[in-house]
Every structure is written in C-alpha cells, then in structure tokens.
C-alpha cells in the first residue's frame, strides 16, 4: 500500500471514529440530559446540559442554518478532494479531525428538528457555568473541528505541506541568497 493510501486510511479512519463519536454523545446527552438541570462536573469546570443551536459558534448565523449547511458541505467536499495528495500524519489527522467534525454537526443540520437544512445542532459541553455565559456551550465535532484547525495551523506555519514535504521558512531569501 502506497504512502498515499494509507494517510487517506488515516484520514478516513480519523473523520469515522470522530463522526461515531460525536453522533453516540449527542444522542446520549440528548436522552440523558434533556429537560434536566445542568449536570456539574470538576468543581464547576464544565456542565452537561443541553442546548440547540441554530446558527455557528459563539451563536453567529443563527437562521441562516441552511447556510451553515452549505458551508459544512463545501468543506466536506474540499477535504474529500485533497485527501489523494496527503502524505502527511499530521494533515492526515488535522484533516480527519475536520472532516469528521464538520460531518458531525452537519448530520444534525440534516436530520434533527425543525427539518432538513433547517436543523439545530446539539451542544451541551459548557466551561464555567452552565448557561453558556462564560464560554459557548459547544459539542465533540466543534471541539475536533478546533482541534483539527489548530494542527493544521502549526503544519502550515512550521512549513509542513500536505505531501509530507517541509517547505522553506518563508524569509524572503532562497538558500542562494537571492530573493524569491
């Protein structure tokens, strides 16, 4: 098996296991915590509870979810296209991570109340206090979507490039001396 075919794998493997789990803890917390009081976890450093969201992080967008669906779809499609050219770990995970964030929320979009497109996510991580106040109430796939971004971000900035290659520092000279 090709180097390739195994950071797809990676990818794949990584957007699965991030999709299943996201899917299984929002219908747990959905039959578990719906309609109760907040659940209070490590000395009130993160409740349970549950909240739909209508719109993106941090509430932006909200009633423009049909919108919010297309995006997820867009960057669905474009992490499907770049995964024949990954020969990275580290793209592979920060992809996978992404890919299966990104898929996580839009099944929600896709399938819950109030209908297709139209659908709200669940969330029900919250830090600090359990109305949201202090930082966004959020799910598994936003945190693997943050994670993901944040691997993606180190690779790019340390010149990690998506077939495993490590670009020039960017400095404005070649090794040469001349300018790029």
Same mark, same amino acid.
């Given at each position: ?20 789990? &996201? ?30 969201? $209508?719109?993106?992080? #941090?509430?932006? *967008?909200?009633?423009? +979810? ?41 099944? &929600? ?14 969330? #029900? ?5 359990? &109305? ?8 598994? *796939? &936003? $945190? ?12 790019? =900035? ?12 960017? $400095?404005?000279? +070649?090794?040469?001396? =001349?300018?790029?």
């Amino acid at each position: 098996m090709s180097p390739g075919h195994r950071r797809t794998g990676l990818l794949a493997a990584t957007a699965t296991v991030t999709l299943l789990l &996201d899917v299984l803890s929002k219908i747990l917390a959905v039959m578990v915590l719906e309609g109760r009081p907040p659940v209070e976890l490590l000395g009130g450093g993160l409740y349970l509870v549950v909240y739909r969201n $209508s719109g993106a992080a #941090f509430s932006m *967008a909200t009633g423009l +979810t049909w919108l919010l669906t297309l995006v997820a779809l867009g960057v669905v499609v474009a992490i499907v296209r770049l995964a024949p050219r990954l020969r990275s770990v580290g793209w592979a995970l920060g992809l996978g991570l992404v890919l299966g964030g990104a898929l996580g929320n839009l099944v &929600d979009r896709l399938l819950r109340a109030p209908g297709p497109l139209r659908g709200h996510v669940v969330d #029900f991580l919250s830090l600090l206090a359990p &109305d949201g106040s202090v930082w966004p109430v959020f799910n598994l *796939a &936003d $945190s693997a979507i943050v994670c993901g971004g944040a691997v993606l971000a180190l690779l790019a =900035a340390t010149g990690r490039d998506l077939d495993g290659t490590r670009s020039p520092r960017r $400095s404005g000279r +070649t090794g040469s001396g =001349a300018p790029e």
